[in-house]
């Protein structure tokens, strides 16, 4: 249970979100040109990595936007938070 | 509001709560980004859509509730006819708004349920059940949250000091006014 500001509504419980896994994975240009295995990759393959971790989150109970947030995955700390098409923040 | 059936039929009552259904009422919910639509429906309502977060704005027919950047709640202050399906201002909405393809309006009048709760208990009664911080929303009259009541979706809206509307899917209202009493019961 951690506390998340939503860019949008301010302070919240971490109960009215929903998380999105894994943010800035970029759609192939061409997916026809892809093989199988190019395709999985896109689709399935996540880092799940223990540290700092760029992530996307869903207000699903309050204002309903996505957004990103910097999220430290071993102790929940959240290093930043920033809107949808905004750049990431360097580390 | 033609053929409508009230989900909760009773006013309860405890020390310092009263809770009862409000209905029918004329809901709303708009959406849009543009200038344009803001300017729109600022002219057809005659008043002005909350544009920060957690606010509303009240004439003296309407209420606006800000939901999310691009989207509010409009409901009546007054009670809508009983024999009378359509409402003046969903009309005139659809004319200024829908029809220019600024943005859409949406009739929720039977999909939210509004309870209306008075008394000095109010605040205590939802932090049994809600994670949010409602310390700021108490002050602030006119302040609007959308959150969560023992895991059902509600939005809330600061009508008056001790006074507070809330709104609730239909098929969620008979389960959170059941459990609103049991726990008003044990404040």
């Known amino acids: ?91 | 509001m033609l053929n409508y059936n009230q989900t909760i039929k009773d006013q309860k009552s405890y020390q310092g709560l009263q809770m009862s259904e409000k209905n029918p009422v004329m809901k709303l919910i708009i959406r849009g980004k543009k200038r344009e639509f803001l300017s729109a429906v600022g002219k057809s309502l005659n008043m002005v859509l909350p544009t920060k977060a957690n606010t509303s704005t009240q004439s003296e027919k309407l209420t606006a509730l800000w939901l999310s950047p691009d989207e509010w709640m409009v409901f009546s202050n007054i009670v809508a006819k009983e024999n009378i399906n359509s409402y003046e201002t969903e009309t005139l909405l659809n004319k200024n708004i829908s029809k220019l393809n600024l943005g859409a309006v949406v009739d929720v009048t039977d999909q939210y349920v509004q309870i209306i709760l008075k008394g000095d208990k109010i605040y205590d009664l939802f932090e049994a059940g809600s994670p949010f911080n409602f310390n700021e929303f108490r002050n602030k009259i006119g302040s609007v949250t959308q959150t969560i009541i023992t895991k059902v979706d509600v939005i809330i809206h600061n009508q008056n000091q001790n006074e507070v509307n809330l709104f609730v899917r239909r098929s969620f209202s008979e389960y959170l006014f059941s459990w609103m009493n049991d726990s008003a019961s044990r404040l």
């Open chain 1, 1 to 91: 249970m951690f506390l998340i500001n939503c860019p949008f509504c301010g302070e919240r419980e971490q109960s009215e979100f929903k998380a999105g896994g894994e943010a800035h994975i970029e759609r192939p240009k061409q997916p026809t040109e892809l093989s199988d295995d190019e395709w999985a990759e896109f689709l399935f393959m996540r880092k799940n990595i223990k540290g700092v971790q760029f992530e996307r989150w869903n207000h699903a109970h309050g204002c309903r936007k996505w957004f990103n947030i910097v999220r430290d995955t071993s102790d929940d700390q959240i290093k930043a938070v920033y809107k949808m098409g905004e750049k990431p923040p360097v580390k």
